[in-house]
Structure formats: structure tokens, C-alpha cells
């Protein structure tokens, strides 16, 4: 009783030192509204299915999701009922795994369902020791949730804090670049570009020396550095990059893989929305955004936001293309004006 009553003022100070978003008390409320917007954006595919895992509809209480890469029948499932199962997961091997991924598919959640189970990770673990690395990894789900669903301010404050954590338990450099990137990821989004593109660089920089050019990491985060130079529109510099590591990616990851697909959709981008872009560099975006659109669609299905973000992509680089195909119109003959004096 003595050691615990000591701890307390330590407890209180470590509280209030956390973020509100990440205390105690925010996170059942948080959850349900997460598992809501999420139900809400998945009702119109999820009608009249059952949960894969309780074989029970979507009620009152709580109704279906589907964020994954599942076809057919499959994938339609309870938040709560993912959450139970990926718990179990974590009591056998102690890992998050099942929380980020499907268990019949594979393949990573996303959008507003990821979002939900950051939330359902973050109240199960948020009372185990801040040293603790499931509660250390429910922290980064949550980070990596709010962003999926686009709230970048709650998800810079997540990040911050996970990354401030990691400093001060004296974690490994390669996971203290994972965060940095996320962290830059989510200060690109609040529009802090500079901020931004210093922290991609760093965590390039730092993946290059510390995994070397082939490793995901690296891919990924010359990937997220370029994006930044696009954004500044530093587009040659973007592109310059891009192409170097592009290969790279395809040869060691493969065509079908989701870092490839990204780096390949981004440097399409920086093509066409490069301002001095030629016909051939427009026809080149147009002809890569194709690919990885068809490939994304088959891979990670119709609802993964690479592939709703290469419909977008898409769209307007045929524009582009077709507005610098077109040829102006010929200058009409000048109108008669009968008050003009010869």
C-alpha cells in the first residue's frame, strides 16, 4: 500500500502531462463514434450480409464494416468482433498484427475502419505500463487510424506524443524514423509543408545509412519525401528521385506491392502536374496511372484509397492530356462594325 501511494503523485504527473485525447476517459466514447462513421460509410455494401467471424447481422446495436481487401461474401464483420479476435491474437504472440489486418485477405484495414480499430486497440491497452509494447503499438494504431480517416490534427497529437514516448524509453532508431515519418506525413497533410519536407528528408537521410536502398523503409520514406518536394512544387526534384528508386522497388517488392504502387501513382503525379509537362510526359502519367489503378483494383479492391485516389489521379491527367492535344480553335474573322469610319 506504502509503494503504491508513493506511485501515485508519479501516476498523476504522467496524466497530465498526456495528451486529452489519450486519457482514460476519452476513449469509449471515441470508440463508439468511430465504429458509427464507420458502419455509416460501409451500409451501403454491407446490406443484408452477416459478420464473417459471429454470423450475426447488423443491428441496432451495432451494425457491419468491410475495410479490407476481401471479394464476395467475405469481410463483412463486426468491429467488436474483430476486436475480440485480434485480443486473442495478441494473447498468443503478443502482436497487433490482427488489429491492422485482415485474417482471411491479409491485407492492412483502412479508411474509417482502421480508424475504429485504432480506437478499440487504444481502450483495450491504454491502462497497461507506458513502457509496454502492446500498449506502445495500440498508440501507434491509433495514430496511424486517425489519419486514415483524415483527422490529421488528433493524429499529429497521437504521433507527437508516441514519438516523445519513444525518445524518453530510448527506443531504436529505425523505429524512431517509422514515427518521424508518420509524424511528417501527418504535418504535410496541415498543410506545415516545410516542416514537412525537413522531416522526410531526415528520415530518408536516416533510413539510406541506417537499412540501406532496398529496404521498405527506405522505399517508403523516399516516397514520402518526394511527395513533399511535389507539394513545395519542387517537381524535378520529385521526379529525380522517384526514378531512382522506382526501379529499385518494382525489382525488390515487386509490381504488386502497395510502396511500389505508390511510388509509381506519385511519380505519375509529379508528371502531369509538373507546369512545363510535355505531351510525352502527360501520355506517360496517363499510360502509369492506368497500370497501377487496374493493379490496385485487383490487388486491394475498389474501395482501398490507393486505387479511389488513382480514379481521382486518373481523371485529371486525361484532362490534362486532352486539353494539350486539342488545338485551339482557329481566330474567327473580325465582326463588321457599321460606326467604323474607313
Known amino acids: 500500500m506504502a509503494e503504491l501511494a508513493a506511485a501515485e503523485p508519479m501516476l498523476a504527473e504522467l496524466a497530465a502531462a498526456e495528451p486529452m485525447l489519450l486519457r482514460p476517459d476519452q476513449a469509449p466514447q471515441r470508440y463508439l463514434e468511430a465504429v458509427q462513421t464507420a458502419v455509416a460509410a460501409c451500409a451501403a455494401e454491407t446490406v443484408g450480409q452477416t459478420c464473417y467471424i459471429c454470423y450475426g447481422g447488423g443491428d441496432e446495436d451495432e451494425g457491419l464494416v468491410r475495410g479490407c481487401a476481401c471479394r464476395g461474401a467475405s469481410g463483412f464483420v463486426h468491429i467488436s468482433c474483430l476486436a475480440r479476435q485480434a485480443e486473442v491474437f495478441v494473447e498468443r504472440v503478443i502482436s497487433l498484427e490482427r488489429w491492422y489486418s485482415c485474417g482471411l485477405c491479409e491485407q492492412n484495414y483502412h479508411s474509417v475502419v482502421l480508424c475504429a480499430l485504432g480506437w478499440a486497440a487504444w481502450k483495450t491497452y491504454l491502462g497497461r505500463p507506458e513502457a509496454d509494447l502492446v500498449r506502445q503499438s495500440a498508440m501507434n494504431l491509433l495514430g496511424a487510424g486517425l489519419s486514415a480517416a483524415r483527422h490529421h490534427e488528433d493524429a499529429s497529437t497521437v504521433e507527437e506524443a508516441e514519438l516523445s514516448l519513444a525518445r524518453r524509453l530510448g527506443e531504436p532508431e529505425e523505429n524512431i524514423l517509422v514515427m518521424q515519418g508518420n509524424l511528417a506525413g501527418s504535418y504535410r497533410r496541415l498543410g506545415r509543408l516545410e516542416e514537412a519536407l525537413r522531416s522526410h528528408q531526415d528520415v530518408y537521410s536516416g533510413s539510406l545509412k541506417l537499412l540501406g536502398e532496398e529496404a521498405g523503409g527506405t522505399l517508403k520514406a523516399a516516397n514520402n519525401y518526394a511527395l513533399s518536394l511535389s507539394e513545395l512544387q519542387r517537381f524535378e526534384e520529385a521526379k529525380a528521385l522517384l526514378c531512382k528508386v522506382m526501379p529499385v522497388a518494382r525489382r525488390v517488392l515487386g509490381d504488386n506491392d502497395e510502396i511500389t504502387l505508390w511510388i509509381r501513382r506519385n511519380f505519375a503525379r509529379a508528371l502531369c502536374k509538373d507546369p512545363t509537362a510535355t505531351l510525352d510526359d502527360l501520355r506517360e502519367g496517363v499510360t502509369t496511372l492506368e497500370d497501377t489503378e487496374r493493379t490496385a483494383r485487383r490487388v486491394f479492391g475498389g474501395s482501398h ?38
Open 305 to 342: 484509397p490507393l486505387t479511389e485516389g488513382n480514379v481521382d489521379d486518373l481523371r485529371h491527367a486525361r484532362a490534362a492530356l486532352h486539353a494539350l492535344e486539342t488545338p485551339p480553335p482557329p481566330p474567327s474573322a473580325p465582326l463588321y462594325d457599321e460606326d467604323e469610319l474607313d
